[in-house]
């Protein structure tokens, strides 16, 4: 899929406009066809990044997959079928992002399809004719760019025959039985079934085997069923990647691609199965994952989630998990904040094991526990404080005050004029000893053992917040909007108010790269995001619920 991607100058966007206009693209005429597959693409892209929004409890139909080869690497599906309740509230939904007018002409006008001559009319010209259903698949082929086919559904076969009949041919061909007719400047047609398919014509006469039961198709794959099986009735979108096309088509992209393929590539996938589903107040998003149930594999632990309630209320961010040491620089890298903090670590790691600090045995083990991150504000500047669940605090406290030493021999100035030398200090707040390292001015880190939680912060606020806090983040309506729902025991557990992370000031360093920043105004429109994971020896499942207000 990215190399179909690259042609477009991607952007989250909305969709509300197509339901609000009918707009007449004007393209000359042996681009027609080429009109026909921007409305399609621009369905599928924006809708997939976009998402939906009401409620349904009829599932969409799901035939497009029966004529798709079985190795696809890539396949998004769209509902089209308007008396579902989850259709037209995902229009209106999608009306509320700001850059969807934007992407419309931008796609157009790099597929080339806008310009004088004749017009296609969405309304009058494909939507009498087209079904329930349209999706993209993509395959791999020999060369260095996958493959795709857009398959529509067809309602009214007449009248989809006399829309392809007034293009322009180059020719046709018959294969098995089946006519496929050239478009000049524009992909191949067949009608499949009750389906019309769009593409080179190698992938539709593999849709042709599909269909007629020479060749397996994507509806029969085991993993595709075990990935898909449990997706909500009143999903809007579904999509699914094999783990092939994870690697090719995401993980060597930059950019929200790259991201997702880094958060669900590992050794044992198979497949990735993503369905968005209309919520009260939002958009819902089931993430499956499908692992290789031959293969040994470390499951991630599960836990009773227990930290949300000693966060302070007004967090930017809160990350609970079993194994924090492994997932935070992923997360931290993943939404774009941080992105100095991972490789930080890392390198204080390695120093302090050079100091003599047995690191995984005394320090990384309280993190392999429940233990959260919390991002937060204190004036303008952000703070960053992780808690870790201690079985011993005692233990935990000895374990810090021996660390004092080295990490002062670590900090020190390598002359007379290399700077400030490295201060410890112990200063109290409210009933807790807090244990303050001054680096240099405004760069410290703080710590302390409260109750049964080790405390450390880049601010004695974030300390303070911890320690003496009046209400938690489980008292935010957000968070019990997001979150309040979910299992009673997780591996990770994700909040983000994106009201608060997209105003942090883009100089502190924690909002990072143009492409986050060119996709501000439409985050703008989502409130806040929660995340829980859940996990076993076969699959992996993620739900996702975006504040839309």
Partial sequence: MPRLLNRFPVKRAGLGALAKRRP??????????????????????????????????????????????????????????ESRPSVPAALALAARFPDYQALRDGLMTRLGITGPGVAVDFATEVRPWLGKEVALAVFDTPSSTAGSLI?????????????????????????????????????????????????????????IDVAARRAPSLSEDPTYRRASGS??????????????????????????????????????????????????????????????????????????????ASAPAGAALFLDAAGLN??????????????????LLRKLGIALAAQGVNVDQDIVSLFKRESAVVISTHGSAPVVTVMARTPDAAQTRTV???????????????????????????LPIGQVVAHQLILAPGLQFDYAVIGHELVLSTSLSGIAGVAHHATSITDEPAYHLALGNGPARVTSLLFLDLSQLLSLDEQTGLITGARFLALKPDLERVHAIGLDSTSGEAESTAELFFQIP
């Fill in 24 to 81: 007449t693209v004007a393209v000359p005429g042996n681009r027609r066809l080429l009109g026909v597959v921007a409305v399609v693409v621009v369905i599928v892209l924006i809708v997939l990044i976009a998402g939906s929004g009401g409620q349904a409890a009829t599932p969409p139909a799901t035939g497009a997959a029966a004529i798709v080869p079985g190795d696809a690497l890539a396949y998004v599906h769209v509902s089209t079928d």
């Fill in 151 to 207: 398959i529509a559904a067809v309602a009214r076969r007449r009248a989809a025959e006399r829309f392809v009949a007034g293009l322009p041919t180059d020719g046709s061909a018959s294969y098995e039985g089946t006519r496929i007719t050239g478009h000049p400047g524009a992909g191949d047609t067949a009608f499949v079934g009750r389906y019309l398919v769009i593409g080179h014509s190698a992938g539709i006469r593999a849709a």
């Fill in 231 to 308: 997706e909500p009735a009143a999903r809007a979108v579904d999509a699914y990647i094999s783990g092939t096309g994870v690697t090719r088509l995401l993980l060597s992209r930059h950019g929200v691609l790259g991201v997702l393929g880094s958060l669900v590539d590992q050794p044992t996938l198979q497949g990735v199965a993503v369905a968005l589903t209309p919520a009260t107040g939002g958009l819902q998003m089931q993430v499956k994952s499908v692992l290789d149930q031959q293969l040994t594999h470390a499951v991630p632990t599960s836990f009773t989630p227990s930290l949300a």
């Fill in 326 to 343: 492994r997932l935070l620089p992923r997360v931290l890298s993943t939404i774009g904040i941080g992105a100095r903090i991972p490789g």
């Fill in 400 to 426: 810090f005050a021996e660390l004092e030493e080295p990490l002062e021999r670590l900090f020190a100035p390598a002359g007379a004029a290399a700077g400030q030398a490295p201060q410890f200090n112990q």
